[in-house]
């Protein structure tokens, strides 16, 4: 399971790419807006008249509210990842609602490296969502409940290593043999305590999810008098729970920085820990330098290092520009069990620029990159992945507008 935000969020590697824990929506920044009038009651108060659809729909939709739009390209020869996402933010005194909807296009050329299994196409498209409620405590002190959904393959790797299993075990073995169908749902909740003037903000996160993944498959006796050769898969399910602590600090006018510490518990895992460390410096005006440096570590089995730079430059009060640069290496991923698809030792890196326009109550980027994946050699276990776990060289694009009303 790799971690790390060092690399782009179309390929991610905080959770596992075959063990498939759910998309989680971070809880730790749900209070996004100011106060707001409350919801008119006069209609509903006075039985002598009627409340309109306009005036119904008016009353829900009030408030401070954004809506944000993104889209991510990741782009290679035998692999293209379309991912888009929806976001819909409100906030009134006392209480935010943040609502996401996302779809998935995932395309691949599969090829078998030893040959046990035919080359093809195939194409899988997934949904993920979530719904997130924020409430005003005090004054101070904001908490959150949400949960998280998603249903489909979410990643290219786990597309791969499923078609495998289809053939090499389903067309053999296909009385017994069941395609993977991967879907998962989480529950979270947390506090937010702000002091920004003196002690800086808090946040405590807990949350707890439970996954259908693409399991490895092999052959086996069945059990009875007259015992017979059937599929006979790995765990299918998991099980994961979670805690993120975060402090954020401006240290003075120009310095802010923020501190997170990630706990996770996967089922018949070890525990793993991860620290991240940002910050954001602005230079002048116009001249912003935000930097992360992070680790992850899990028993004696895994290890992981990543870091970024990232540089905006505000060339006018409309027009903005970045370039972003990230590094991410780990030791290898980890397989609780069974054949091992898991993917050898990395070294990625990405490179990326950007330009974004911000009008009145609309603001639009558009960027491009280059994301570069180098891969150990595969050994023995996993050879048969080896096409999927080979170096490349991807093509980003990135979309993203934001609209508040």
């Given amino acids: ?6 690399q782009p969020a179309i390929n991610k590697f905080q959770s596992s790419e075959k063990l498939k824990t759910p998309l989680l929506i971070a809880l730790g920044s749900t209070n996004l807006f100011a106060g707001s009038s409350s919801i008119d ?17 008016s009353s829900i939709f009030s408030g401070e509210q954004r809506l944000d739009f993104n889209h991510e390209l990741l782009y290679h020869d035998d692999i293209t990842v379309n991912r888009s996402n929806f976001t819909y933010r409100q906030g009134r005194e006392n209480w935010s609602l943040e609502a996401t909807l996302g779809y998935t296009d995932i395309s691949i050329d599969y090829t078998d490296a030893v040959g046990l299994t035919q080359a093809t196409e195939r194409d899988e498209e997934s949904l993920s969502g ?8 005090s004054e101070k002190l904001t908490t959150t409940i949400g949960f998280t959904f998603y249903e489909g393959f979410a990643d290219y790797q786990s597309v791969w290593i499923s ?65 017979m ?27 802010k920085t923020r501190v997170t510490f990630r706990y996770t518990d ?18 002048s005006s116009d001249l912003t330098l935000r930097a992360h440096i992070g680790g992850a570590k899990e028993g004696n089995d895994f290890e992981a290092l990543f870091g ?21 290496r780990d030791t290898g991923e980890i397989v609780s069990a069974g054949f091992n698809t898991a993917a050898p030792e990395l070294n990625s890196s990405e490179l990326s620029a950007s330009i974004a326009w911000a009008g009145e109550s609309t603001t639009i980027r558009l960027g491009v990159g280059l994301y570069e994946t180098d891969y150990a050699e ?16 991807f093509i980003l694009g990135r979309l993203a507008i934001s609209k508040t009303f």
């Fill in 163 to 227: 078609e495998y299993y289809d053939q090499f075990i389903g067309i053999p073995f296909a009385d017994s043999y069941e395609e993977a169908s991967p879907r998962g749902l989480g529950f979270q909740t947390g506090l937010v305590w702000d002091d920004s003037y003196r002690l800086g903000r808090f946040s405590a996160t807990f949350g707890v999810s439970e996954d259908e993944i693409v399991p490895a498959w092999s052959p086996a006796l069945s059990g009875g008098s007259n015992p």
């Fill in 229 to 255: 050769l059937i599929a006979e898969p790995t765990t299918d399910s998991l099980t994961t729970y979670s805690g993120v602590l975060s402090w954020e600090k401006a240290i003075n006018p120009t310095l």
């Fill in 266 to 283: 996967i089922t018949a895992r070890d525990p793993r820990g991860q620290l991240n460390n940002q910050w954001a410096w602005a230079i």
């Fill in 41 to 57: 009651t006069d209609h509903l108060e006075d039985p002598g008249e009627s409340l309109s659809s306009g005036n119904f729909l």
């Fill in 1 to 6: 399971m790799r971690e790390g935000p060092a």
């Fill in 308 to 328: 970024g730079l990232a540089l905006n430059y505000d060339f006018s009060p409309q027009w903005s520009a970045s370039l972003t640069g990230r590094l991410y």
């Fill in 130 to 137: 979530g719904l997130t409620l924020g409430i005003d405590a």
């Fill in 378 to 393: 595969a050994d023995e276990d996993n050879r048969f992945f080896a096409n999927l776990y080979k170096d490349r060289d």
